[in-house]
């Protein structure tokens, strides 16, 4: 029998609320028949329950899924927060890293091989390696990546520890503030084309551009590209009946261009996702609630978008082209025809922002100068 918070204690709650305990607990406001709690290193109260859903204070938790997450410490370093997200390929955690004087937080992808072949879990152990080292050469290139702090495997299980970036994702702005205006989107675009052309050059596909997958960092403003598809392809792999290893398309459908979805993604398919995306924020539709084309396969999405300029609408079309041929070939090909409609504002000394380059920042009079400067250079991050 676990010990119950003394009067006056406190309770961690799995949406990183502490309640303070004022008296003690009783069922009369619970989905549960008991509720005890857990005391953890931190000196904080970890819950359990006989049933996972409790309800206290009126918030509804998952007491059971709580326990599970929190004080898990990995590797010897990172103690568990609380859950962050779950898919098909594992789990994702914010974690505290207890051996630096900060305690930084930072966020903790568990990875699962998808098959149980030694020969096979030998190749993912090799290739994990090799995708880390170039997740940690992205990172330290560019701010707009989240930084690689180290990789590890446990149990089984692989994982990746990363910088937490404090933001939000495109997809809840777009949720909590509504669709965004033209400018807006030219100039998150104008910033993600710039990471694409970045990433581009050291031969990496992202495979997996979506709202979901950009963060709007807090301190900066500016969009951040995370949960690189590449990663998550090594952890997809199957057997065939000859015994070789295959791997399936990665992405997510609605965000993935026709040529990814059959297996052969390329450049372009960064950039019909990033097309998608910036129709999303312009829209606040999903892509597969919008029509498309009987006989172009063609997607048909202005009149769902408000006012955007036919020039801008243009931009947007061609990268989201059926045919990769028909789209823009490299982010910097799409950003020029994005400049080609620009006049950037004049500079002030109120209107600077930091903005990644191929070091780690650089103060620049905002993200358009920046892109020209780069092109008539033609210096991309190199």
């Not at 930084?147 to 692989?158: Q, S, V």
């Not at 205006?181 to 104008?190: D, G, N, Q």
Request: aromatic share 8%; proline share 4%; net charge neutral.
């Amino acid at each position: 029998m676990y010990k119950r918070p003394p009067e006056g204690g406190e309770y961690k709650i799995v949406v990183d609320r502490i309640i303070e305990i004022k008296k003690k607990l009783k069922d009369t406001d619970t989905q549960s028949k008991l509720i005890h709690a857990e005391p953890n290193g931190s000196g904080k109260y970890g819950i359990l329950a006989l049933e996972s859903k409790v309800e206290i204070n009126g918030e509804l938790l998952l007491a059971a899924e709580q326990q599970q997450s929190i004080d898990r410490i990995l590797n010897n370093r990172y103690r568990v927060i609380k859950k962050l997200g779950e898919g098909g390929f594992g789990l994702t955690l914010l974690a505290e890293d207890m051996q630096m004087p900060s305690h930084r937080h930072c966020v903790i992808k568990q990875l699962k091989p998808n098959t149980k072949n030694p020969k096979i879990d030998q190749s993912v152990r090799e290739r994990f390696a090799q995708e880390a080292a170039v997740l940690e050469k992205l990172g330290e290139g560019h701010s707009q990546i989240p930084e690689l702090y180290g990789h590890f495997e446990e149990d089984g299980l692989f994982f990746l520890a990363q910088e937490w970036i404090d933001g939000e994702t495109l997809s809840d702005k777009v949720k909590n503030g509504g669709k965004m205006s033209e400018h807006e989107v030219k100039e998150i675009l104008a910033s993600l084309l710039l990471v694409l052309d970045y990433i581009h050059e050291k031969q990496i596909i992202h495979r997996d551009v979506k709202p979901q997958n950009i963060l709007f960092r807090k301190s900066d403003s500016q969009p951040v590209l995370i949960d690189f598809g590449v990663v998550k392809e090594t952890f997809d792999r199957e057997v065939d009946t000859l015994g070789c290893d295959v791997t399936a398309s990665m992405g997510t459908p609605q965000f993935m261009a026709p040529e990814q979805a059959a297996g052969r993604p390329e450049y372009a398919s960064d950039l019909y996702s990033l097309g998608l995306t910036a129709i999303y924020l312009l829209t606040g539709i999903w892509p597969q609630e919008l029509e498309t084309d009987a006989q172009t396969r063609e997607i048909v999405w202005r009149d769902r978008a408000g006012k955007v300029s036919v020039r801008f609408g243009a931009v947007l079309d061609k990268a989201i082209r059926f045919h990769p041929r028909a789209r823009f070939k490299t982010a910097k090909e799409m950003l020029l025809a994005l400049q080609e409609q620009i006049t950037p504002p004049v500079a002030s000394s109120d209107s600077r922002k930091t903005v990644a380059t191929g070091g780690k920042k650089t103060l620049i009079f905002g993200i358009f100068a920046i892109a020209i400067i780069a092109l008539g250079a033609g210096a991309f991050f190199i």
